[in-house]
């Protein structure tokens, strides 16, 4: 395979950079990926909250997945903001037609601000047509909770039975974000179809700005994985590299709310 790596973004935008598109192009190139993005909706927000989001019609997300992949290879997908049903079958129709390797959901639902970005509908497409065909799914407690119809866990026992319940949906692998819970570390699952299962911990950091965390480190998964040899090492990566951004995020000056992670700490 060649020393270059092209990771496709397939998301919603963020003009502040913290998050979406913007954010997951950070992640790509800092991590040694070659971005590449399809535009899911046009989303008005910064660090404090979300104005106004602009769906792309779902025949111009078909036209921009074919545009791009007729042309260019692509070795891992990172999929973010899909508001809509029509824009979840043109996504999902897009991994089949062109087998999609190395495809990794971050089922966006809610904005840190509490903005929901997804529409109620749309959910059972996600958890029926999308999950299946997930290389690896990166829910947090909220988002896992909805996924399931249950309330979200409160503890490590009740995150490792939602997880085995997420397997059950159809992807192949769920990364299960404790974030949420309480307590000075933060936990992590990842567990496995084929019956694997990993906890990973991690220092909880002390600071407000956490904005695109959930989109940097499923896109950092998406930029690791196929140069590493298998997904917990790249998750691995990826998790220790967020939380270096996250204690790097208080250097950035940017808005006036949760301001975004420092996905560059490594640089500047």
């Avoid at 919603?12 to 040694?32: H, N, R, V």
């Avoid at 087998?99 to 959910?123: C, F, H, Q, T, Y």
Wanted: one cysteine or more.
């Amino acid at each position: 395979m060649p020393a270059s790596r092209n990771i496709l973004s397939i998301a919603g935008t963020d003009p502040s950079g913290g998050a979406g598109i913007q954010a997951d192009l950070k992640a790509f190139s800092a991590l040694g990926g070659y971005g590449m993005t399809v535009v899911t909706a046009l989303v008005a927000q910064t660090t404090t909250g979300v104005r106004e989001v602009l769906e792309v019609p779902p025949e111009f997300v078909t036209s921009q997945l074919a545009t791009l992949l007729d042309d260019v290879r692509v070795d891992a997908v990172k999929i973010g903001m899909l508001n809509s049903t029509g824009v979840v079958d043109a996504v999902v129709r897009a991994i089949d037609a062109y087998r999609l390797p190395n495809v990794v959901v971050d089922p966006v639902m809610v904005a840190k601000s509490g903005d929901r970005l997804l529409a109620p509908e749309a959910i059972d497409a996600v958890r029926s047509e999308l999950l299946p065909r997930a290389d690896l799914v990166t829910p947090n407690l909220p988002e896992a909770a909805e996924l399931l119809g249950e309330p979200p866990a409160g503890d490590l026992d009740g995150m490792r039975a939602q997880a085995e319940r997420l397997l059950k949906l159809g992807p192949r692998r769920v990364l299960l974000k404790g974030g949420h819970l309480a307590g000075p570390h933060c936990v992590d699952l990842l567990v496995g179809a084929d019956g694997t299962a990993e906890t990973l911990t991690a220092e909880r950091v002390s600071t407000e700005n956490t904005h695109g965390t959930g989109c940097t480190l499923s896109s950092a998964i998406a930029a690791l994985r196929p140069r590493r040899p298998g997904w917990p090492e790249a998750v691995r990566e990826a998790k220790g590299y967020v939380t270096e951004a996250l204690r790097r995020a208080d250097d950035l000056d940017v808005g006036h709310g949760k301001g975004p992670v420092h996905h560059f700490h490594a640089w500047w």
